[in-house]
């Protein structure tokens, strides 16, 4: 157990350290979910007034094709350089290493969202509170979970960038609905935060048990 | 063959007996009209749904567990009579909801969750399309039909976990006349007949499939080139199931 989490820790630590020497996703996904923001004003014609009724729906939109890229990255680079076979072919068990991947696109992830969330506050006023960091956090676990247990998937089939979205998207639901909730309530909608993190908190962990049952089919191959 | 003809002859027969049903021995309901004889069909095609389905989740597991390609094909089959299915439910149901609600689509707890079903499972067609046949292709899968399965009680349960403009189960609070009742019984037997008919002759049609070579399944995205073609080693003959046998 102990092994698993050094394996999982040292992977993410490695695609971590990539990430800082290239510094290429978070730039780029950052200016992303920004130039979101403005496409969002352009398409929704948004002002103070249809704001609160908006900002919800382009935080989620914004946040899940960010993590699309995000989790198809984790193992683009891997396919590139053909290091996953690599990898695998070491004595760590596929769930450990499925981890790590997880955790580092998980946290780069992260990163595009301290760059959302300040911005949304300030181009759409947003307030951000305790509650809607924690909603948004509890949700990127889930996202990042099924994310790259896809990601792992398509990067070994033809199409791949068709197949992400269409595969993810449909589990990734249940997150955007609870965590939806949660914005509109941090809006002042009716309903209670705890109600939408209970939710959110339930899903992830359905989620991270079955990514972590189902990471050795995917990957061991 | 002659047993699969069969099959889908007695199928096809008890479902003109359940469209006669439907049409001429139901009453005709007070409130909707005509309309709602699209119910027995509607319903009867979503329980059918679910039942292919769960032919899928019980064919990836065992898949998983046992590296079984019986199990592999048993889910190709529902996957794909799944879909069927959920397709004819989706448009029963527009049909009917365009004269009952006036529009023939709204963003109804259970009617999302059906339309995402469908997205799930066309998924999983895909992907068997453009994984590696074999191996590869049946493990992905299964591990969408799992994953996939999910959705499947969040759309029966739908109606209660969320206010919903769908009408809610019908059978076990007792709101149907004796009639009413008979001919739902019946059609929704005969659909769950045809559905595992459907899946029996597409269980054979993947079992011939896995026996053909894969070069007459999948075309070559290029052209042979005349050197690559002298260059290369003599053609092994590869099954959908992956082995490969030599010439």
């Not at chain 1, 698993?4 to 695609?15: E, L, N, Q």
């Not at chain 1, 290429?24 to 704001?51: H, K, Y």
């Not at chain 2, 003599?234 to 099954?239: I, S």
Request: glycine share 6%.
């Amino acid at each position: 157990m102990t092994r698993s989490i050094a394996v999982a820790v040292a992977i993410a630590r490695k695609d971590l350290v990539a990430e800082w020497r290239t510094r290429e996703l978070v730039p780029a996904l950052a200016q992303f979910v920004v130039l979101a923001l403005v496409i969002a004003n352009f398409g929704f014609q948004i002002d103070s007034r249809s704001a609160p009724a908006i900002a919800p729906g382009v935080l989620w939109l914004a946040l899940v094709f960010a993590g699309l890229v995000a989790f198809g990255r984790a193992f683009a680079a891997e396919r590139e350089q053909a290091t996953l076979e690599a990898v695998l072919l070491t004595a760590a068990a596929p769930a450990a290493i499925f981890a790590g991947k997880a955790l580092a696109a998980g946290l780069l992830l992260v990163l595009c969202e301290a760059v959302l969330l300040p911005a949304l506050a300030l181009f759409f006023g947003v307030p951000i509170s305790f509650g809607l960091v924690f909603a948004v956090l509890l949700a990127t676990v889930g996202m990042a979970a099924l994310g790259c247990l896809f990601a792992a998937m398509v990067a070994q089939l033809r199409a791949r960038e068709l197949l992400l979205p269409l595969l993810t998207l449909p589990l990734w639901i249940p997150f955007i609905v609870a965590g939806g909730q949660a914005v509109q309530v941090a809006m002042g909608a009716d309903g209670t935060m705890d109600q939408a993190l209970k939710l959110l908190l339930d899903f992830d962990i359905l989620f991270v048990v079955l990514t972590s049952l189902a990471a050795r089919f995917v990957l061991d191959d | 063959m002659t047993r699969y003809l069969g099959a889908a002859g007695g199928a096809v027969a008890l479902m003109l007996v359940a469209a006669a049903l439907i049409f001429f021995f139901a009453p005709t309901d007070a409130l909707q009209g005509p309309v709602q004889r699209i119910f027995y069909l509607h319903v009867s095609a979503a329980i059918a749904a679910f039942a292919s389905f769960a032919v899928v989740l019980v064919g990836s597991v065992l898949y998983l567990w046992r590296d079984s390609v019986r199990a592999d094909r048993l889910a190709r089959a529902g996957a794909l009579v799944g879909v069927v299915f959920t397709t004819v439910t989706l448009v029963m149901g527009m049909l009917w909801a365009k004269p009952i609600w006036g529009t023939y689509w709204t963003w109804d707890a259970r009617l999302t969750s059906t339309l995402v079903l469908w997205i799930i499972y066309a998924g999983y067609l895909l992907v068997r399309r453009l994984a590696a046949p074999g191996r590869q292709a049946a493990r992905f899968a299964a591990v969408v039909g799992i994953f996939g399965f999910i959705d499947v009680p969040v759309v029966y349960f739908s109606v209660d976990w969320w206010r919903t403009q769908h009408p809610g189960p019908v059978i076990a609070t007792d709101a149907l006349p004796p009639e009413m009742l008979f001919t739902f019984l019946f059609t929704m037997a005969c659909t769950l007949m045809l559905a595992g008919t459907l899946i029996a002759i597409r269980y054979r049609i993947e079992t011939l499939l896995d026996k053909q070579p894969l070069a007459t399944l999948v075309p070559s995205p290029l052209p042979p080139s005349g050197a690559a073609l002298r260059a290369a080693p003599p053609p092994h003959r590869v099954g959908r199931s992956g082995e490969v046998k030599a010439p």
